[in-house]
């Protein structure tokens, strides 16, 4: 079955550090990925997305790229701020036509941001 | 537009009882999925339905179920409370459920169990 794979945390940062995390996944066929973040108390907003091989999904200064010869979708962003400091998670869809939307996720990772 | 809602969004259960959560999907979307999530076992997918029909169903026993009504709103009820069921309960919509769609998640419902 599908699967998704993130690196392990929490991590901490410094403001203006940068960011990589990662995330790989198995599936079968061509699935679409997403980064999806989680603030303290709230459900969970839609970072950006890529649906199919070498997509670039960008957004809020996040990016990440859809590689299909590693099965990775590593989030980046190039200076953090205290603000992202939140739950990020990796999933994936199965996007054969007419397949369903059913999301599998990685487990999360927390990061923290010091100012 | 507004989002997708979800209520009640806290709620206390003892051991036994059943509850039933709601979610509102964002106009237009005609597809609704609910996920728990536990900081054991992380986000796991419950069911998807979409017009009314249940189209996925995840690894939950048969004490969790689901409804969809015409206007795309869903319920989803757990019968039978144990105390591993205290969970933020999510629930997310989208157009179509296709695959490449994406899914807009509701606040969530924080059930505990006593």
């Known amino acids: 079955g599908n699967s998704v794979t993130q690196m392990e945390g929490p991590v901490t940062l410094s403001e203006e550090a940068f960011l990589t995390i990662n995330c790989t996944y198995t599936?079968?066929?061509?699935?679409?990925l997403f980064w999806y973040v989680q603030y303290p108390g709230e459900g969970l907003q839609l970072l950006l997305k890529?649906?199919?091989?070498?997509d670039k999904g960008s957004n809020k200064g996040f990016e990440a790229t859809y590689r299909k010869e590693t099965t990775s979708f590593h989030l980046e962003k190039g200076s953090v701020q205290v603000s992202d400091s939140a739950v990020y998670f990796c999933?994936?869809?199965?996007?054969?036509?007419?397949?369903?939307?059913?999301?599998?996720f990685g487990k999360g990772i927390t990061l923290s941001v010091r100012p | 537009k507004a989002g997708v809602t979800q209520t009640p969004r806290y709620l206390i259960k003892t051991r036994g009882q059943q509850v039933t959560l709601s979610c509102s999907p964002i106009s237009g979307h005609r597809s609704v999925s609910w996920y728990q999530q536990t900081p054991g076992q992380g986000l796991q997918f419950l069911f998807e339905y979409f017009s009314e029909t249940q189209r996925n169903k995840g690894n939950f026993p048969g004490r969790f179920s689901g409804r969809q009504f015409s206007n795309s709103r869903s319920e989803m009820n757990v019968s039978t409370l144990e105390l591993g069921d205290s969970a933020l309960y999510l629930c997310?919509?989208?157009?179509?459920?296709?695959?490449?769609?994406?899914?807009?998640f509701g606040p969530g419902t924080r059930l505990t169990v006593l």
């Open positions: 997310a919509s989208s157009l179509a459920g296709h695959g490449t769609d994406t899914q807009y």
């Open positions: 999933a994936l869809s199965d996007a054969r036509t007419g397949a369903n939307s059913k999301l599998t």
């Open positions: 599936a079968t066929g061509y699935p679409s």
């Open positions: 890529a649906t199919k091989a070498d």
